[in-house]
Each structure stands twice: as C-alpha cells, then as structure tokens.
C-alpha cells in the first residue's frame, strides 16, 4: 500500500484515546514508537520527551492530546450530561456516537429530538451544551457504579481508508503530527545529525500548558512544531486554504522565526518536497505560540498538515502531506547538522 510506514504510524497512533489531560492511552503508544529511536521519558504533565545527542539542537513538537467531552453530571432519568474538552463542533455533536471512559469503557449515543417533534424555532439549530446529554441505555443507579464525573469521554470512528492515499479518523488532529515527526526519526535512523529533541506534548487542545511546561525543561533553542490546518473543501476558500495532497504547508507569522520558514521554503524548493506557504497575521494558534516564548525565547517554525473536518470524528488527511512532512523535516535537520558539526 502507497505510503506504508505513514499509514502503520497513523493508525497505531489514531487507535488510542487520549483527551486533553488524560492522555495516557495516546502517549503510552507514541512512547514505544519513539523509544525505537532514542530514550524517553514523560514530564509532570505527561508529555512524552526523547532526546538523542548531547548539547543544543533541535526540538521537534506535536502535541499528542484530541478534543472531546467530559461528564459533568447524570440526570434522574439515566442521561449523562458533558462539557466539550477543547473545541469539539457542537454542530455535529447531535446523535453522534460515543465512547465513555468509567471504570470500563462503554458505549453511548447522543440524544437527538425528531425533527417531526423539535420546536419550528430549533430547526437547523444546533444543541447548547447544557441541553445535550448522552444516552448509553441504562439507568441512574447502573451508570453511578460505572461512570462518574470528570470521565472524559471520545468520538467513535473508524480508521478507513478513502480513494487514493486520503484517511478518514477521528483524532487525526494532531496524530499526523506525531506522526510526521516519527516518519521523519525513520528517515534519519542511519544518519549523524545534531542533537535532536522530540516533545509529544499534553493538552494543547485546552491552552497550551504542555507545549509551555516541556519547552521550558529542553536545552535546545530552536523548534520545528507540526501541527494540522485547514484544507480547502466545499465552503473553504481555494484562496486561503490548500488542497489535500499539495505537501506540506510551512507558516509565515509574527510568532514564527522568518529565517526559519525561509529556509524551510529554500529546502522544499531545492529537494523537490511538496510545500506552500501558509501566511498568519497573528499568532498561530499552536503549540509554536508557547514553544517560542519558553526561557529567553526559542526560535520556532511551523510546519503544518492539511486535514478536512476538523476537530470532528471524520477528519481527512492525504497520507502524502505527512510523507512531505516528514522529508520536510528530515532535509531541514541534515542542513542544519551540518552548521551544529
């Protein structure tokens, strides 16, 4: 199959929950796959840290957490009632399908009204949080031996495979990411290069915090982060936003390092990697945002993943974004070896 070792990376990584705060699961498998290439560890917050060298080089970040819901409560008639953990899309949240992790995991659905019943005025409106709730067809007293409050909760999906080299997931924000970074150790597994320091960082998803806390504790002073954007799709400009399948998308913003970005762009153009520019005012809106004002300050680029459906159970990626990604990455590193020799 087209782009295997992007694919068995994904999958792997896309198999395991991880919600912000509580992203075990998610960062017990991402640390087996990173121990292949160097020694790991995991901070206070539970991110999950490699370093291979000695001295400064380069960090390497995705963040390894995904959105989803957390009980806040169950009602007298059996109904679990949820807060969103990060910026899951409320417009499709009704009659999704869930997974809720009590003391075991269980299944649940989110409750829709009919449309032959909902109000004229609620018609094409989507549920504020406080009325959506989660039927998993049991009583009050069942669900209370089960299931109890600050539960995190995950968006059922499958891994599958659309025409071409395209994925379909939940979580694939920001597991492409990680999984770029992984592909990228693979693609450097039999070369010298300076130092190299990889964060899977926790809960960016909920402000930051993990990106800020690991960024902090490194000893290198520039940082790559890779992260998820947005790709073109009925209703998404073609202007702003880039097709699927057009490589990586390297960002140009106040908070980014302009020197960085431009050789990232210079290494693209002379390898023949698949990259455009993606073009910010403002902040980012990533882990580069933190990473960046960490100690005296770390030089940050970002380089980032198309994906359609974001932050919902159906998000998209072309496998061969992340490839490009990964060479992306793994071309920048062996330049600036050279420099750090």
Not at 92 to 108: C, M, N, P, Y
Not at 273 to 279: C, D, G, L, T
């Amino acid at each position: 199959m087209e782009f295997k070792e992007v694919r068995e990376l994904l999958e792997a990584l896309c198999s395991a929950d991880g919600t912000s705060g509580q992203e075990n699961c998610a960062a017990d498998t991402a640390e087996k796959l990173l121990a292949e290439f160097m020694p790991v560890s995991r901070d206070a917050l539970g991110s999950v840290m490699g370093r291979k060298g000695e001295g400064k080089g380069i960090i390497l970040d995705a963040h390894i957490d995904q959105i989803g819901l957390v009980v806040t409560g169950i009602n007298e008639n059996g109904f679990i009632k949820v807060a969103k953990v990060g910026g899951a899309d409320i417009r499709v949240l009704t009659a999704a399908q869930v997974t809720i992790h009590g003391k075991k995991d269980i299944f649940g659905v989110i409750t829709s009204v009919p449309p032959h019943l909902a109000d004229e005025k609620d018609e094409g409106k989507a549920l504020p949080f406080d009325k959506i709730t989660i039927d998993a067809g049991m009583s009050k007293a069942e669900l209370a031996e089960i299931v109890t409050p600050g539960d995190r909760i995950t968006f059922n999906g499958p891994f599958d495979s659309l025409m071409g080299s395209r994925i379909v997931s939940p979580c694939v924000d920001d597991r492409a990411g990680v999984a770029a970074i992984l592909r990228c150790l693979q693609l450097l597994k039999d070369k010298n290069t300076c130092p190299i320091e990889v964060m899977f960082s926790c809960q960016e998803e909920t402000g930051g915090s993990g990106a800020a806390a690991g960024s902090f504790s490194t000893l290198s002073d520039e940082a790559i982060a890779t992260d998820v954007s947005f790709a073109s799709a009925p209703g998404v400009s073609k202007e702003k936003y880039r097709s699927l399948g057009d490589g990586a998308l390297i960002g140009f913003a106040p908070s980014l390092d302009y020197e960085m970005s431009r050789k990232l762009t210079a290494i693209a153009k002379e390898r023949g990697i698949k990259a455009a520019p993606e073009i910010m005012g403002g902040s980012t809106g990533t882990n580069c945002d933190d990473i960046q004002i960490a100690r005296g300050g770390i030089k940050t680029a970002l380089i980032s993943i198309p994906i359609r459906n974001m932050h919902t159970a159906v998000e998209v990626a072309d496998l061969s974004d992340i490839e490009e990604t990964a060479k992306l990455m793994a071309a920048y590193i062996e330049e600036r070896s050279k420099e750090y020799a």
